[in-house]
């Protein structure tokens, strides 16, 4: 399977992200590259519009996407929202672990893992999201440090809930900075991580890895052709929908031409 994911992070207005997703959704039946079933595509606007923009979406292929979610079903945890309340609107996929809340949110692997458990437990597919510092590239730990993120997401895991994950690779240098990791950077990580999920189970070995940082219609073809690269979760180019559906024309076209490594 390939995916392509548009995160919105906190950006917009409701009338914003309703006309971003009708406008995502149009602009992909005007691709004729595009096989729904081949490249799945997603898109993860803020908490308070996932119901206006599921509704824009009804009827399209285009999937529903949350951006994070708190690791308890319910309780006394103001300001947060749980997994099965984002199943109760419909969302398909829950982001786990993005470097800006491992960042910002303090947001430890522990706390991932948990993350991800409830969002399996929501009935939910879980996108968890890895990926080195800059430094720890220079200092070349980068995929001792990717190696630890995974494990310590998947490790234990009924192995029936491998065929419900998605792993993202995003270095943070990469994020937002508009300097994309090389095919061959990208490559080579994949490759690591590949090496890390079928040492975690057999089962794990098919698990999507997407690439995610700095993605736009220029570079996304290229990337999606690096073997390994399932994918991509975009962010920036997300939020016009003319990038982001360049974006997955170019994805679908990788996929049409190397149909075996999806
Ligand atoms: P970017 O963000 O495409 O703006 O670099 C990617 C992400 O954070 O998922």
């Known amino acids: 399977m390939r995916l392509v994911i548009g995160n919105w992070k906190m950006h917009g207005t409701r009338a914003d992200a309703v006309a971003l997703a009708a406008q995502v959704a149009a602009g992909l039946e005007a691709v004729p590259a595009w096989d729904p079933d081949e490249v799945r595509v997603g898109v993860a606007p803020p908490f308070p519009f996932l119901e206006a923009v599921g509704a824009a979406l009804a009827g399209t292929r285009v999937e529903l996407v949350a951006q994070d979610c708190h690791q308890e079903p319910q309780g006394a945890f103001t300001g947060w929202v749980s997994a099965p309340m984002l199943a109760s609107v419909h969302v398909?996929?829950?982001?786990?672990?993005?470097?800006?809340?491992?960042?910002?949110?303090?947001?430890?692997?522990?706390?991932?893992?948990?993350?991800?458990?409830?969002?399996l437990e929501a009935g939910l597919d879980p996108v968890v999201c890895v990926g080195e510092l800059l430094a720890e590239r220079d200092a070349g730990r980068h995929e001792a440090v990717v190696e630890r993120q995974v494990r310590a997401a998947l490790e234990g895991l009924d192995p029936a809930a491998f065929a419900r994950v998605v792993v993202a690779y995003e270095p943070v240098w990469a994020i937002g900075t508009g300097r994309t990791a090389t095919p061959e950077q990208a490559g080579a990580m994949h490759r690591s991580i590949e090496a890390v999920l079928a040492a975690i189970a057999p089962e794990a070995a098919r698990i999507p890895v997407l690439y995610g940082g700095s993605v736009k219609p220029s570079n996304a073809a290229e990337l999606a052709r690096t073997p390994g690269v399932a994918g991509a979760l975009v962010g920036g180019a997300s939020l016009e929908a003319a990038s982001f559906v360049e974006i997955v024309r170019g994805v679908a076209e990788a996929s049409a031409a190397d149909p075996r490594s999806a």
């Open 92 to 119: 398909r996929r829950v982001l786990v672990g993005h470097s800006e809340r491992r960042q910002h949110a303090r947001e430890d692997d522990a706390l991932v893992r948990a993350k991800l458990e409830a969002v």
